[in-house]
Structures are given as C-alpha cells and as structure tokens.
C-alpha cells in the first residue's frame, strides 16, 4: 500500500464532515475518524500514519479535542524522509504549543534536523523551532541557530534570524550572542535575509541599551544608506507592491532607525534628509504608500527633534485625517494621540476634524477620536468641547453613550471652571445618559452640590425641570430625589434664584408628585426607592401641609417584598406619626461634606474594596452595608426594648442614619461631624459603602456581641461601643430625652451637692459635680472629670455608664478623647441622669473607661455607689 | 502578531496559526469573540478592531476574513499590505484561489504561511522567493512519492 497515492481519505473526511447538515451529525462522524485514528496509533501504524495526521489538524481546526495525536507528530519528525518530516513539524506547530511538556521530547530530533544536510528540512526544523519554541529549547539549541546565521543558502539564514527573535524572546540572556552575527546580516543584498536581521537587531535594540549603542556605532551609516537605495531603487518586479519597491523594507529599516534615533541628537541627525525624502517622495495614493508614510511619521516624532521634519510629519497626518478611507483617518487618529504630547498646537489646529470623527459610523474610529479629543481638552477650550460632546450624546448609539459619558464626566469634573458650569453640564449628562453614569459620578456630584450652598435652589429647580423631560433616567432620578429631599422648600419658594433663572411656580403637591410617581415607577431600583421614602421622611416635615399625603404614600411601601423598604417605610411611618415634635429636627439638611475628605476617601475605597466585596456577600440579598450595620445596633437594642423609655427609642435606634445628621448638625463636634459624614457617604453610596464604615462593621459585630452579655445584666441601656457609633447613640437618647414628654415639676430644688471622687485607680481619677435644675429634682446634672495620674498620655479615651431601669441616662460628648498625663489637663463630659425612683432609690451606675496607652488598649471598670442619697 | 485567523462568513475556521501561547480554551474563546466582532462590521468601515488591548487587522476576501492580531503600537497599514501578500501568493500557487482550496488544502496552506511569517514576524518580501521555496519541497515530496512507487511496484511484483 502506498501512504501517498492515498490521499483520497483526508478529501474523503472533509467532504463527509462538509456534508454534515447538524453539528450532532458532525460530532457522529470525527467521532468515528478519530476512533480509527486511535486505533492506528495503538497499533503502531505506519503507512497511514502521515494521513490520519492531516486528518487530526483539521479535526483540530474544527475545535475537538486531538491530543491523542501529539506521539505521532513526534514520530514522523524521527522519520527519515522529508514527506514525513515536513508533516509532522506541520501537525507539531499546529497541536502542540510551548507550555506542553511532550514539546521537550522533540529538542533531540530537532537539534538532528538542524544539522541535516538537506536545507530543506534544516528550514523545517528552524521553522518549527521559531514558532513553538519553550525556554529550555531555545536554551538548549540557540548554538544550532547561531552557527545557521552564517549557513550558506540565504534562505536558512532568515529563518535563523527570526528563530533568534524568538530564542531571545524566551531567554533574554542569550541576546548578547547574537550581536555579532547580527552587523554581517543587516550588511547582506538578500531582502529576506535584510529583513530579518532588521527585525533582529531592532529587538536585540529594545532588549539592551548596550547592544543599542553598539549598533548605533557600527549600522547607523549603511542602515542609512540601505533606506536611500531601496527608496531610490529603480522598478523591481520581485518586489514592487503598487510601485514601491518592497514596502515591508521600507518600513522595517524605518521602525530600526526609528529605536537608533531616539533619545540621540547625532543619530537623528544623520537619517533626517533621508527620512524628509521618505515623508516627501512617497506616493500617498495607495495602501503601501502610506504604511510607510505612517511608520515614517512615528520615527520623525520619536527622534530627536530636527529642524522642519515634525512640521512635515503633521502636515502628513492632517492629510491623512482629512482623507476619505476610514484606514487612513484611524491611524492619524491614533498617531495624534501621540502627537499630542510633542506639538499640543499643531494637534489642537485639528480640532474640529477630530471632533468630527467623534461622530463617526465606525465604531473603532469613534473610540480613537474619543480618546483623543480627551487629550486635547485643556482649560482654554472645555467649554467648547464639552458641549459638543453633550450634543453628540443626545444622537450617538447606545453602545457608543457608555463610553462618551466616562469621557464626559472625567472632563467635566477635572476642568469645570464654575461649580455652576460643572453643576449645570452633569445635569445634561444625567438627563441624556444618566443610565450610563457611574456610581462614584452622581455621588462627587451631590457633594458637590452641598458644598455650593448658593446653587442649592437653583439645582433644585433645574433638576425639577429635568426630571420632568427625562424622567426615565434612573440617576438623574435619584439626585433629583434627593435634592428635593433636601431642598425642598428652596424649589417652592424659589429661594436663591439666580439672575438667569426663569422663575417658576411649584406647589408643595407638586414636589411631593415627583417622588410619589418615582417611587412608584416599576422601574425604579432598591436603592431609588429607598432614596424616594428619605426625601419623603424629610418633606413631610419640610411641607406640614403634605404631611398626611405622604402618610399615605408610605404606607403602601410598608407591605413591600423589599425587606429594606418594608423596614425604612414602618419607621418613617412612625416617626410621622408619633413623633412630629422631634420630625423636624431629625430631618434636618445633611452637613456638608467636605469635598477633599470626600476624593480621600474615594481612593482609599479603592483599598477596601475586597473587603466590602466580602462583606456584601456574606450578607446575601442585602444591597446596603448600611443596613447591617443598624441590623447590629438592632440586637442591642432589643434587650433594652423592655425597659427602654419610649418605644420610639427601637425604631430610633434603627433609623441611626437620620437621627445622627441631625444630631451632629446641633452639636457639631469634630466627632459626632465625623460620624454625621459616614452616614452622608452611606446615603450616598448605598451601592459601594465608605471604606470606614464598612472595615469598621465587623468590629462593631464582635463588640455588640460582647456588649450584649455586659448589659443585659445591668439592665436595658443600650450601650453601643466604637466611637462613631458611641456619639450616634447617645444622640438618640438625646433626642428623647430632649423631646420626650417631660414629667410634670414638683419643687423647687434648693440644695447643692458636694463633688465626689467617683472612681479612682492607680492611674485615673474620675470626679463628679453635680448641679439640679429648678423645677425638676428627678433630673441631675453631672460633670465628670478625668484626670489622668501617670506620666503617659492617653489617647482614643472613651468613657461609658450603664445605669438600672428606673434611671434614665444620657452621656454628652467628651470635651477631647486625648487626656495628657501628670493631671495637666483634664476631659469633661457631661452626664443627665433622671431619676424616676426620685427620693426613694438613690443612683447607682457602672463606668467603663477604655483608652490606650502607647497604642494598646486599657480598660478600667468600676461600679459608682456613693452617690449623694437624695439625687 | 500574535496569531493569524482566517474565518468564514459563516464563521467557520478555516486556518488558525497561533504565535503567542493560547490554551486551547482560550483559542476557542478569542475565535468566538472576534467573529462576533468583525463578520458583524460594515464593509465600508476601517479594518481595524481594538480587542483586549490589542488590535486585530482584517481583510475580506469573497466570503472569507483574514485576521491578524497585532500590538497596539503596530503598523496596522503594514499589516494590511501583509494579509495582501499571502492572499497574493496563496492565490498564485493555487490558480484564482477559493475557499475549497484552503479547506481540502489546509495544509498547503499552512507551508505557505510558514514561508511567509516565522515566529509572527516577516520573513520574506518577495513572493518569487516562496514560490521557488515551496516548488522545491513540494517536489522533494514528489520525489519521495514515485521513489516509494517504484519501491512498493517491486514489492508488489515480487509478491506476485
């Protein structure tokens, strides 16, 4: 039997694989040609065995699986004739690639071929060794290539020199072997063999600076010279592609000079004239000419500049950006982006072009023109730009806006001149993509916008105008929510009306129909909802008239699936309700959040995010950290429920977001301003919570859970610990304490008390005064005084009380958290304490006093019983 | 370049030449990916396609894509004249080429890309220079086939 005459077999299994009318049928027949191909490669099969390889590249082209055919690839490379062995490094280079460690079986067989006599199968062998060599080949056979650099058929020395390339690829260290060889190459009349060695050298160049100046020393002069004659080389029919003679030549000696030249005055110097000759002569008019036009351009701006050439080479690429093929206009667009950092002027001349090709069909073209009208934006002309940008988004195709609106809002937000401007250009932007707007955009803005407290009215009312026309724009949504939230009484009494503002009448109903129908819309997510039941919460009291609607509106939430939005609803329902006196002040404007704080904590998010990305997954459905968060404090709070004053101090407890921006806009200490900010950056990002926030949750899990045990027996004050949360909590039973219905007087109260040493350890002391205010002897008055008896100082310094049932407790931020040593200073804190048992229990109370002391951690604690009897 | 495609407008591989390590997963994967891409592009649009921070150059030829995938700092122009150049020569050794011939010849395809590109880059510019290259082993294999002939027409002989 005769393996060559038999062809017909590969023909007959592509036809039977051709005619395959399903992939099921497809499937049927390379299951059965590569049973039988097995079968042949476990007997050992020789006559076919060139065959059934064919066979397996194009099963393998098709996508199936072929590895069972890899042995027989190295087999046919062992053979001795040139059919087998051309086959087998065919199917070699074709299954196999570098990482498979069947690869390190074929080294011997090729160092063999290397050394064949035939240059036939010496090419095949360096073919297949360029293509999939690993590391350790081209350790192992680089002497092989090397000694081929010099082999007398031209023909094996080109294939040598791109096998090189690969060689130094893989092992860097064998770069320097090859300098030598490589000068005697780029010396050579062989265009294969120039080529080759051009692209040799052009990587020994990028690989060491060494071998960079060596060739700058040796090659310069005849690199130069090689490009002069082949640009000035009469009609070669071999090489002529549409009248240039070999283009590819062209362009490699360019792309080497191009390395040569940068970063040297000399170089550059010497290959200007030809190089102006190149940018000059070359015909433009076809796909060839221009290739080297184009590689031409890029080596004139990467070299030193040289007089006059860099206008020629932005002069060639204005043409090309003016010209008709989309080619041709890409690679302008893209040779300007670097052209930008060299000549900004001359790139900025072409404004308008590009600005056109943002508008482009082509989608690659429109990407380009994109990023470069991005470079080009400056503070002169942003404006400008953005505007016709922001035109162009209103037409551009949806897969385009995504895109576009980055761009946008990254130009916006760098450069806006005005914070009116910047203001006004994301309202477009939100009004014509908001959908595409990312989360950390609208958040910058709203803080942003409270830190413009002279536009509040004025983006409020535009917003109002906006969400009026474009109210299917989630984002654009969501801010006008909350601003109305906020803002709400500005946008009814036209409040800081600008100049340039048409005024315009809206009711207090209308207000509260924006967020009814954006609530109510189906297509409004979790996180615009929730924001929708806030703004209402805050314009209920913002709007007294409304009050009742907007009962009414939240109450429907209450039966939500949501259990987010069933939770917030019931609150807000009960603070409505029940508790009108305090609604006001517990729903007062977010502070401003300051704007570097903000931009510092968003790169630090980017630090946390693993941790927040854990941390939402653990808790499942819940979109928000914020609600686990209060869900913690929750626990707490339901051992105290029993004994808690009212039952308002449950929901309070959970709705810590609001009760705390009120509180720290009364108090305004630096620490409650701190915790009042989380909770801003919370609302605001409900999506992505603060970094601090959310590394500081599971710490305040595993302290609630220890507080837990702690106070339960005590009794039924919830005592939150971590500092943030501490202030927020003592807020809360502020507020009741505050607003709460206050027990009717009795007497007068006369006497004073004597201060007491309260508690005292070796190394603090803690001393209380006590004052009664007239009228209501069940309330005492309490300072208590630290003073700290070493010689350290004390930072992070906490103090806590838990007292019985029938007192009521409420702990006034410290005056400082840091308490210097040898009793040079002092902390203050003010204690209320109310006595419901007034005249018959007298008050006790257990302190706890944590601080650290050289970075670790103390805690004292001590139980207060000396207390004057009548308090 | 990173690797050569050639896809049909049905989205069929037709020649798959990889130069950059791919596992075959992800072989199968950037196939997928770019036919999605580029048989979806109009035919007045540039051939150029920007992909995982690369760039892919393709040409069309009747019903088949030419696909080459190349750094972004590349010469995408060049890339183009290249595509040209093996469609040139592949349409000379075959005589007016079509898509058969690439599928019942694939690996007469393949030879010839191997004469072209090594190790993804050029090797030769001058099409004369392949065509005497892949004469020569073509009949190399010619030679070995009538001596196998002759050797096989013995055997049969002296069997009989």
Same mark, same amino acid.
């Given at each position: 039997?005769?393996?060559?005459?038999?062809?017909?077999?590969?023909?007959?299994?592509i036809?039977?694989?051709?005619a395959?009318?399903?992939?099921?049928?497809?499937?049927?027949?390379?299951?059965?040609?590569?049973?039988?191909?097995?079968a042949?490669?476990?007997?050992?099969?020789?006559?076919?065995?060139?065959?059934?390889?064919?066979?397996?590249?194009?099963?393998?082209?098709?996508?199936?699986?072929?590895?069972?055919?890899?042995?027989?690839?190295?087999?046919?490379?062992?053979?001795?004739?040139?059919?087998?062995?051309?086959?087998?490094?065919?199917?070699?280079?074709?299954?196999?690639?570098?990482?498979?460690?069947?690869?390190?079986?074929?080294?011997?067989?090729?160092?063999?071929d290397?050394?064949?006599?035939?240059?036939?199968?010496?090419?095949?062998?360096?073919?297949?060794?360029?293509?999939?060599?690993?590391?350790?080949?081209?350790?192992?056979?680089?002497?092989?290539?090397?000694?081929?650099?010099?082999?007398?058929?031209?023909?094996?020395?080109?294939?040598?020199?791109?096998?090189?390339?690969?060689?130094?690829?893989?092992?860097?260290?064998?770069?320097?072997?090859?300098?030598?060889?490589?000068?005697?190459?780029?010396?050579?009349?062989?265009?294969?063999?120039?080529?080759?060695?051009?692209?040799?050298?052009?990587?020994l160049?990028?690989?060491?600076?060494?071998?960079?100046?060596?060739?700058?020393?040796?090659?310069?002069e005849?690199?130069?010279?090689?490009?002069?004659?082949?640009?000035?080389?009469?009609?070669?029919?071999?090489?002529?592609?549409?009248?240039?003679?070999?283009?590819?030549?062209?362009?490699?000696?360019?792309?080497?000079?191009?390395?040569?030249?940068?970063?040297?005055a000399?170089?550059?110097?010497?290959?200007?004239d030809?190089?102006?000759?190149?940018?000059?002569?070359?015909?433009?008019?076809?796909?060839?000419?221009?290739?080297?036009?184009?590689?031409?351009?890029?080596?004139?701006?990467s070299?030193?500049?040289?007089?006059g050439?860099?206008?020629l080479?932005?002069?060639?690429?204005?043409?090309?950006?003016?010209?008709?093929?989309?080619?041709?206009?890409?690679?302008?667009?893209?040779?300007?982006?670097?052209?930008?950092?060299?000549?900004?002027?001359?790139?900025?001349?072409?404004?308008t072009?590009?600005?056109?090709?943002v508008?482009?069909?082509?989608?690659?073209?429109?990407?380009?023109?994109?990023?470069?009208?991005?470079?080009?934006?400056?503070?002169?002309?942003?404006?400008?730009?953005?505007?016709?940008?922001?035109?162009?988004?209103?037409?551009?195709d949806?897969?385009?806006?995504?895109?576009?609106?980055?761009?946008?809002?990254?130009?916006?937000?760098?450069?806006?001149?005005?914070?009116?401007?910047?203001?006004?250009?994301?309202?477009?932007?939100?009004?014509?993509?908001?959908?595409?707007?990312?989360?950390?955009?609208?958040?910058?803005?709203i803080?942003?916008?409270?830190?413009?407290?002279?536009?509040?009215?004025?983006?409020?009312?535009?917003?109002?105008?906006?969400?009026?026309?474009?109210?299917?724009?989630?984002?654009?949504?969501?801010?006008?929510?909350?601003?109305?939230?906020?803002?709400?009484?500005?946008?009814?009494?036209?409040?800081?009306?600008?100049?340039?503002?048409?005024?315009?009448?809206?009711?207090e109903?209308?207000?509260?129909?924006?967020?009814?129908?954006?609530?109510?819309?189906?297509?409004?997510?979790?996180?615009?909802r929730?924001?929708?039941?806030?703004?209402?919460?805050?314009?209920?009291?913002?709007?007294?008239?409304?009050?009742?609607?907007?009962?009414?509106i939240?109450?429907?939430?209450?039966?939500?699936?949501?259990?987010?939005?069933?939770?917030?609803?019931i609150?807000?329902?009960?603070?409505?309700?029940?508790?009108?006196?305090?609604?006001?002040?517990?729903?007062?404007?977010?502070?401003?959040?300051?704007?570097?704080?903000?931009s510092?904590?968003?790169?630090?998010?980017?630090?946390?995010?693993?941790?927040?990305?854990?941390?939402? *997954?653990?808790?499942? #459905?819940? @979109? $928000?950290?914020?609600?686990? &968060?209060? +869900? /913690? %404090? !929750?626990? =707490?709070?339901?051992e *105290?429920?029993?004994? #808690?004053? @009212? $039952?308002?101090?449950?929901? &309070?407890? +959970? /709705? %810590? !977001?609001? =009760?705390?921006?009120?509180?720290?806009?009364?108090?305004? @200490? $630096?620490?409650?301003?701190?915790?009042?900010?989380?909770?801003?950056?919370?609302?605001?990002s409900?999506?992505?919570?603060?970094?601090?926030?959310?590394?500081?949750?599971?710490?305040?899990?595993?302290?609630?859970?220890?507080?837990?045990?702690?106070?339960?027996?005590?009794?039924?004050?919830s005592?939150?610990?971590?500092?943030?949360?501490?202030?927020?909590?003592?807020?809360?039973?502020?507020?009741?304490?505050?607003?709460?219905?206050?027990?009717?007087?009795?007497?007068?109260?006369?006497?004073?008390?004597?201060?007491?040493?309260?508690?005292?350890?070796?190394?603090?002391?803690?001393?209380?005064?006590?004052?009664?205010?007239?009228?209501?002897?069940?309330?005492?008055?309490?300072?208590?005084?630290?003073?700290?008896?070493?010689?350290?100082?004390?930072?992070?310094?906490?103090?806590q009380?838990?007292?019985?049932?029938?007192?009521?407790?409420?702990?006034?931020?410290?005056?400082?958290?840091?308490?210097?040593?040898?009793?040079?200073?002092?902390?203050?804190?003010?204690?209320?304490?109310?006595?419901?048992?007034?005249?018959?229990?007298?008050?006790?109370?257990?302190?706890?006093?944590?601080?650290?002391?050289?970075?670790?951690?103390?805690?004292?604690?001590?139980?207060?019983?000396?207390?004057?009897?009548?308090? | 370049?990173?690797?050569v495609?050639?896809?049909?407008?049905?989205?069929?591989?037709?020649?798959?030449?990889?130069?950059?390590?791919?596992?075959?997963?992800?072989?199968?994967?950037?196939?997928?990916?770019?036919?999605?891409?580029?048989?979806?592009?109009?035919?007045?649009?540039?051939?150029?396609?920007?992909?995982?921070?690369?760039?892919?150059?393709?040409?069309?030829?009747?019903?088949?894509?030419?696909?080459?995938?190349?750094?972004?700092?590349?010469?995408?122009?060049?890339?183009?004249?290249?595509?040209?150049?093996?469609?040139?020569?592949?349409?000379?050794?075959?005589?007016?080429?079509?898509?058969?011939?690439?599928?019942?010849?694939?690996?007469?395809?393949?030879?010839?890309?191997?004469?072209?590109?090594?190790?993804?880059?050029?090797?030769?510019?001058?099409?004369?220079?392949?065509?005497?290259?892949?004469?020569?082993?073509?009949?190399?294999?010619?030679?070995?086939?009538?001596?196998?002939?002759?050797?096989?027409?013995?055997?049969?002989?002296?069997?009989?």
């Amino acid at each position: 039997m005769n393996p060559f005459s038999s062809g017909t077999r590969l023909r007959d299994m592509i036809r039977a694989i051709r005619a395959c009318k399903t992939a099921a049928e497809e499937r049927a027949v390379v299951r059965k040609e590569c049973a039988s191909i097995r079968a042949a490669v476990s007997d050992n099969d020789n006559d076919y065995r060139h065959r059934n390889l064919a066979k397996l590249m194009f099963i393998h082209m098709l996508g199936y699986p072929t590895h069972f055919g890899q042995m027989e690839c190295l087999k046919l490379i062992a053979a001795p004739g040139f059919p087998e062995k051309r086959i087998g490094y065919l199917g070699l280079m074709l299954l196999l690639d570098e990482r498979q460690e069947v690869l390190m079986l074929v080294t011997n067989s090729l160092k063999q071929d290397l050394n064949h006599t035939n240059q036939y199968i010496v090419g095949l062998a360096l073919c297949a060794l360029g293509n999939i060599c690993s590391a350790e080949m081209a350790r192992d056979l680089a002497p092989e290539v090397e000694r081929l650099l010099q082999f007398r058929d031209p023909n094996i020395r080109k294939k040598a020199a791109l096998c090189s390339i690969r060689i130094i690829k893989k092992v860097p260290d064998l770069a320097e072997n090859f300098v030598n060889p490589v000068v005697s190459l780029l010396k050579e009349k062989h265009h294969g063999v120039l080529l080759t060695g051009i692209q040799l050298c052009t990587d020994l160049c990028n690989h060491s600076e060494e071998a960079l100046e060596y060739f700058r020393k040796k090659c310069m002069e005849g690199l130069v010279k090689v490009l002069k004659d082949v640009v000035n080389s009469p009609y070669a029919p071999e090489y002529d592609i549409s009248g240039i003679a070999d283009p590819f030549l062209h362009i490699r000696l360019l792309r080497l000079l191009r390395v040569l030249g940068h970063g040297d005055a000399d170089a550059s110097d010497s290959m200007s004239d030809i190089l102006a000759q190149v940018a000059t002569k070359t015909e433009s008019n076809k796909n060839a000419g221009n290739a080297i036009l184009y590689e031409c351009v890029e080596t004139i701006m990467s070299i030193e500049d040289v007089s006059g050439l860099r206008v020629l080479a932005i002069n060639i690429l204005g043409r090309f950006l003016s010209n008709r093929d989309n080619n041709i206009r890409y690679v302008a667009l893209n040779m300007l982006m670097k052209a930008v950092s060299v000549d900004d002027q001359a790139v900025q001349r072409h404004r308008t072009t590009i600005l056109e090709c943002v508008k482009d069909s082509d989608a690659s073209i429109r990407k380009r023109a994109l990023e470069l009208v991005y470079l080009l934006v400056n503070e002169s002309n942003v404006k400008a730009l953005t505007k016709e940008l922001i035109d162009y988004l209103q037409v551009s195709d949806q897969d385009f806006k995504g895109d576009l609106t980055a761009k946008i809002c990254t130009i916006v937000e760098k450069l806006s001149p005005d914070k009116i401007w910047y203001i006004d250009q994301m309202l477009k932007v939100l009004s014509e993509a908001g959908n595409h707007v990312k989360d950390e955009v609208w958040h910058a803005l709203i803080v942003v916008i409270t830190n413009a407290s002279n536009l509040h009215g004025y983006t409020v009312r535009s917003l109002y105008k906006a969400i009026q026309k474009s109210a299917d724009q989630e984002i654009l949504v969501r801010v006008a929510i909350w601003c109305i939230g906020e803002y709400g009484d500005m946008l009814v009494n036209n409040i800081g009306m600008l100049n340039l503002e048409d005024p315009i009448t809206v009711t207090e109903n209308d207000a509260v129909d924006v967020v009814e129908i954006a609530i109510k819309r189906h297509t409004s997510d979790l996180t615009t909802r929730a924001m929708c039941l806030i703004a209402l919460l805050k314009l209920s009291s913002r709007f007294p008239s409304c009050s009742q609607r907007i009962k009414d509106i939240v109450t429907q939430s209450k039966g939500s699936l949501l259990l987010e939005l069933q939770q917030r609803s019931i609150e807000i329902d009960s603070i409505i309700v029940k508790h009108q006196n305090i609604r006001s002040a517990l729903v007062e404007r977010m502070p401003v959040l300051d704007e570097a704080t903000f931009s510092g904590r968003k790169a630090g998010s980017i630090l946390s995010a693993a941790v927040s990305a854990s941390l939402s *997954s653990t808790n499942g #459905a819940a @979109t $928000s950290t914020a609600a686990p &968060l209060v +869900d /913690l %404090l !929750d626990l =707490g709070a339901d051992e *105290s429920a029993a004994a #808690a004053p @009212t $039952s308002g101090a449950n929901f &309070l407890q +959970d /709705l %810590l !977001d609001v =009760g705390t921006s009120s509180y720290s806009s009364q108090s305004g @200490t $630096s620490q409650a301003q701190k915790s009042g900010n989380d909770v801003l950056l919370d609302l605001l990002s409900i999506g992505s919570p603060p970094p601090q926030n959310t590394s500081s949750a599971p710490d305040i899990l595993s302290l609630t859970e220890d507080n837990k045990t702690l106070v339960s027996p005590l009794d039924g004050l919830s005592l939150a610990t971590g500092p943030s949360v501490q202030a927020s909590s003592t807020a809360m039973i502020d507020l009741l304490d505050g607003f709460g219905p206050s027990p009717p007087p009795t007497k007068d109260n006369g006497p004073a008390y004597p201060p007491i040493v309260a508690f005292e350890s070796s190394s603090l002391r803690l001393m209380f005064n006590f004052s009664k205010q007239p009228g209501s002897p069940q309330a005492t008055q309490m300072e208590a005084n630290f003073t700290n008896k070493s010689s350290d100082v004390y930072t992070n310094f906490i103090f806590q009380a838990a007292v019985p049932k029938f007192l009521q407790l409420h702990l006034e931020p410290a005056s400082s958290n840091t308490l210097p040593g040898n009793g040079n200073g002092s902390i203050t804190q003010k204690l209320r304490v109310t006595n419901s048992q007034h005249g018959k229990k007298s008050i006790v109370m257990r302190i706890r006093i944590s601080y650290k002391l050289n970075n670790e951690d103390v805690l004292e604690e001590g139980q207060i019983s000396n207390f004057p009897r009548d308090l | 370049i990173h690797f050569v495609l050639s896809i049909s407008r049905q989205g069929k591989v037709r020649l798959t030449k990889w130069y950059s390590p791919y596992s075959q997963k992800e072989r199968s994967k950037v196939i997928r990916e770019l036919s999605g891409m580029i048989l979806t592009r109009g035919p007045k649009l540039c051939n150029f396609v920007e992909w995982r921070g690369f760039k892919v150059v393709y040409k069309r030829y009747a019903g088949l894509y030419f696909c080459m995938c190349i750094n972004q700092e590349d010469n995408e122009l060049e890339i183009l004249e290249i595509i040209q150049y093996f469609v040139e020569t592949l349409n000379r050794y075959f005589g007016n080429v079509c898509e058969l011939d690439l599928i019942f010849h694939f690996h007469k395809t393949y030879y010839i890309l191997d004469e072209i590109l090594i190790a993804g880059e050029l090797q030769e510019s001058s099409q004369n220079t392949v065509h005497r290259l892949i004469d020569a082993q073509d009949s190399l294999v010619e030679a070995a086939k009538e001596e196998e002939n002759t050797v096989s027409y013995i055997i049969a002989q002296v069997a009989n």
